[in-house]
């Protein structure tokens, strides 16, 4: 019962923890350290009661070491490569830290982090397809989202309208990518999607993509995990299904 309690206790902590750093990464773009530091070093201490009073085996102990190794690892990788912040790294980390290992019916492996990652980067391709439906809409309208990019080919106008859109007002917005630029008086697409330099817009009528932060669908994939169990088991079991 005890043992319930503080897996409950955790999955709380983190959870708030994900959910307040999100807030903050959405408002200001940036998560203070202390954050991290704080619930990790909480998490932490419950993570070592938790192996100490109920699961104090080699075989778990290993298990959550590797948890914590392959995931924050990984993580990390992610970010040295440039492929998304810091804060998403840490975020990965705390996860791992709090619940190394989450037994759920519908998973492949039990590594919290791991699944937390996937779960995460899986959900963020619904950003595309939302931009995609929105950029569709405007053009059944009849709005001329191409308009000043008719030399672009066909494949690089797809790439635009699923990873950005057209904004009659978007000077001054914070925290958005430019999608274009200009050279020799011609106007192009400019598919820099891992750039983290989010200024502001200095004009209006411009291709831009929305700099929504990972760290939501980060939070949204542990706690679908949680719910719901590891996304990429349920397009393994469709696989299995219509193979067999």
Known sequence: MFQQVLQLIRISIISTTLLYSSYL???FREVDDRVWMLSGSILLVLTILDLVFFNLTLEYVYVCLLSIGLSSGLAFL???LGFYGGADAKAILVVSLGLPVYKHQNQIHPFTGLSTLSN???LSLTLPLCLACYNLYQLSRGNKIFEGFEHEN??????ALMFGVR???SKGR???????EEKDSVRRFKFNLFSLDLNAIDRDDVWVTPGIPLLIFITAGFIYYIILGDITYYFFKFLV???G
Do not use: H, P, T
Not at 154 to 159: D, E, I
Not at 174 to 180: P, Y
């Open 25 to 27: 990464d959405w408002k």
């Open 78 to 80: 992610f970010y040295f």
């Open 120 to 122: 995460g980067l899986i």
């Open 154 to 159: 066909v494949l690089r106008k797809f790439l």
């Open 167 to 169: 904004l009659k007002r």
């Open 174 to 180: 914070k925290f958005w990518f430019m999608m274009e």
């Open 241 to 243: 299904l219509i193979s």
